[in-house]
């Protein structure tokens, strides 16, 4: 008999979907995937077939995909089918082939589900895959959510069979006399997860005979554990980062009173890419001198006085862009500066509009950004200042030093630090005839 009570039971305790809810189920034709599709279809839930055939292991991956699509169509289910070049694609994204499938798999289960409309992805994982899944992740290193492994439910993925382990599922698929096919891969030690299934996981089965429900209870409680430092977190960042326009500031003085100091900062600078190693560097630099950088892939974080700022990396210098007197507007890098016109004599304060004599004007103009060298003299002053040390006066941070436009006359002369101070010569005066208006708008 199937153990159906129990596997109600399990979806019901960990929620995994609600009646009236279709799923896909990722059928591989193992002895795995054949009980969890026995079950689905025990107990009445609208269901469909995925297969993937990885192209790896020649006629036995054919073999597997007409026994998955047979068994499909006897059980009177939807059944669908796609084939990867597994080995080509973990060439050109330079992966392992393991990770290829994994990434492959995942992509099309999504594509199928969202084409199909189900609800949500079953897969066949039971406690020996999650017992696995922890010790691989403590042996490449892990933070808390590597410590939980494979959960019930994350998103749209479901693994029902997390009640049960490999030796109940061999048992109930033999009792039940459930045809099956076997992946002669699995053999293999070629693979890290082999490698633990077949070398590892005995040992410590010696040790702990029901390793298995050990393992399920550590992972329950880590899992716990991780939601609660989620809420902690979520309340920490809340409080301590500080989301302005040019980036997010973070006090040094509010870092240095995190406690445990390492952790808290990793978790809530994880979202921007920043590892663990990476923290370490930031938390041993945190007296260094304004202007030191912390790169991440996507983001990079300064010391900016008494402040850690984050901000999105710039990948390149925006292009110089021209603007001609029949522009209305042009974007430049993330700003868009619109032009206007206007005989009307008339000045408003604010940084982010500029009100220049247009008689002055020599176009086209120019924005581009800071370079070292630029001058201009400030409006109200009546020499020039280089554009570095005016940043410095007015204690703009790198970043933003780095990110400015300059709008520049056809005469090279400097008429604007846009979003800040335009320059003392294009300002306007009694025998100003017609204006410019410039104004900047961040996108």
Same mark, same amino acid.
């Given at each position: 008999?199937?153990?159906?009570?129990?596997?109600?039971?399990?979806?019901?305790?960990?929620?995994?979907?609600?009646?009236?809810?279709?799923?896909?189920?990722?059928?591989?034709?193992?002895?795995?995937?054949?009980?969890?599709?026995?079950?689905?279809?025990?107990?009445?839930?609208?269901?469909?077939?995925?297969?993937?055939?990885?192209?790896?292991?020649?006629?036995?991956?054919?073999?597997?995909?007409?026994?998955?699509?047979?068994?499909?169509?006897?059980?009177?289910?939807?059944?669908?089918?796609?084939?990867?070049? &597994?080995?080509k694609y973990a060439a050109e994204h330079k992966i392992s082939t393991q990770m290829?499938?994994?990434?492959?798999? /995942?992509?099309?289960?999504?594509?199928?589900?969202?084409?199909?409309?189900?609800? /949500?992805?079953?897969?066949?994982?039971?406690?020996? +895959?999650?017992?696995?899944?922890?010790?691989?992740?403590?042996?490449?290193?892990?933070?808390?959510?590597?410590?939980?492994?494979?959960?019930?439910?994350?998103?749209?993925?479901?693994?029902?069979?997390?009640?049960?382990?490999?030796? =109940?599922?061999?048992?109930? *698929?033999?009792?039940?006399?459930?045809?099956?096919?076997? $992946?002669?891969?699995?053999a293999s030690t070629h693979y890290t997860r082999n490698k633990i299934r077949l070398?590892?996981?005995?040992?410590?089965?010696?040790?702990?005979?029901?390793? %298995?429900?050990?393992?399920?209870?550590?992972?329950?409680?880590?899992?716990?554990?991780? &939601?609660?430092?989620?809420?902690? *977190?979520?309340?920490?960042?809340?409080?301590?980062?500080?989301?302005?326009? $040019?980036?997010?500031?973070?006090?040094?003085?509010?870092?240095?009173?995190l406690n445990p100091q390492k952790l808290l900062l990793y978790e809530l600078l994880?979202?921007?890419?920043?590892?663990?190693?990476?923290? =370490?560097?930031?938390?041993?630099?945190?007296?260094?001198?304004?202007?030191?950088?912390?790169?991440?892939?996507?983001?990079?974080?300064?010391?900016?006085? +008494?402040?850690?700022?984050?901000?999105?990396?710039?990948?390149?210098?925006?292009?110089?862009?021209?603007?001609?007197?029949?522009?209305?507007?042009?974007?430049?890098?993330?700003? %868009?500066?619109?032009? #206007?016109?206007?005989?009307?004599?008339?000045?408003?304060?604010?940084?982010?509009?500029?009100?220049?004599?247009?008689?002055?004007?020599?176009?086209?103009? #120019?924005?581009?950004?800071?370079?070292?060298? $630029?001058?201009?003299?400030?409006?109200?002053?009546?020499?020039?200042?280089?554009?570095?040390? /005016?940043?410095?006066?007015?204690?703009?941070?790198?970043?933003?030093?780095?990110? &400015?436009?300059?709008?520049?006359?056809?005469?090279?002369?400097?008429?604007?630090?846009?979003?800040?101070?335009?320059?003392?010569? /294009?300002?306007?005066?009694?025998?100003?005839?017609?204006?410019?208006?410039?104004?900047?708008?961040?996108?």
């Amino acid at each position: 008999m199937l153990p159906l009570q129990q596997f109600r039971d399990f979806i019901e305790q960990e929620q995994l979907f609600w009646q009236g809810n279709r799923i896909l189920l990722a059928v591989s034709g193992g002895k795995d995937s054949v009980l969890m599709l026995h079950l689905f279809k025990a107990i009445g839930v609208d269901v469909g077939v995925a297969h993937c055939n990885f192209n790896l292991r020649g006629g036995e991956a054919q073999r597997d995909e007409s026994f998955v699509a047979l068994l499909a169509k006897k059980l009177g289910l939807p059944f669908y089918v796609t084939h990867f070049d &597994t080995k080509k694609y973990a060439a050109e994204h330079k992966i392992s082939t393991q990770m290829a499938a994994r990434d492959l798999r /995942y992509q099309w289960f999504e594509e199928i589900r969202v084409k199909q409309q189900y609800d /949500y992805i079953a897969l066949a994982q039971h406690q020996n +895959d999650a017992v696995e899944t922890v010790l691989i992740n403590l042996t490449r290193g892990t933070g808390i959510s590597g410590l939980h492994g494979i959960l019930p439910k994350r998103d749209r993925l479901i693994r029902p069979l997390l009640f049960l382990n490999r030796q =109940q599922i061999d048992e109930l *698929v033999s009792t039940n006399n459930m045809e099956f096919v076997e $992946d002669s891969s699995n053999a293999s030690t070629h693979y890290t997860r082999n490698k633990i299934r077949l070398q590892v996981v005995p040992h410590l089965q010696e040790i702990n005979p029901n390793l %298995e429900k050990t393992f399920a209870g550590n992972i329950s409680r880590f899992a716990e554990l991780e &939601t609660f430092l989620n809420a902690e *977190v979520q309340k920490l960042s809340s409080k301590i980062l500080n989301q302005r326009s $040019d980036g997010i500031y973070i006090s040094l003085a509010e870092i240095a009173r995190l406690n445990p100091q390492k952790l808290l900062l990793y978790e809530l600078l994880k979202p921007f890419g920043f590892s663990e190693s990476l923290i =370490q560097e930031i938390l041993d630099n945190l007296k260094a001198l304004t202007g030191t950088h912390f790169f991440s892939a996507t983001h990079q974080a300064i010391i900016n006085r +008494d402040d850690l700022v984050i901000v999105k990396k710039n990948k390149m210098v925006a292009a110089n862009q021209f603007i001609h007197p029949t522009d209305k507007s042009i974007v430049f890098a993330n700003h %868009e500066i619109f032009l #206007t016109f206007t005989e009307e004599i008339k000045f408003a304060t604010g940084l982010n509009k500029a009100f220049v004599n247009a008689n002055k004007l020599i176009f086209p103009l #120019t924005f581009r950004n800071w370079q070292n060298g $630029d001058k201009f003299i400030p409006l109200g002053m009546r020499s020039l200042k280089k554009v570095s040390d /005016y940043f410095i006066d007015e204690k703009v941070p790198l970043h933003l030093k780095a990110t &400015t436009p300059i709008l520049v006359n056809g005469n090279g002369e400097i008429i604007w630090v846009v979003g800040m101070r335009q320059d003392n010569r /294009y300002k306007l005066t009694t025998a100003t005839k017609k204006v410019a208006i410039f104004e900047l708008k961040i996108k």
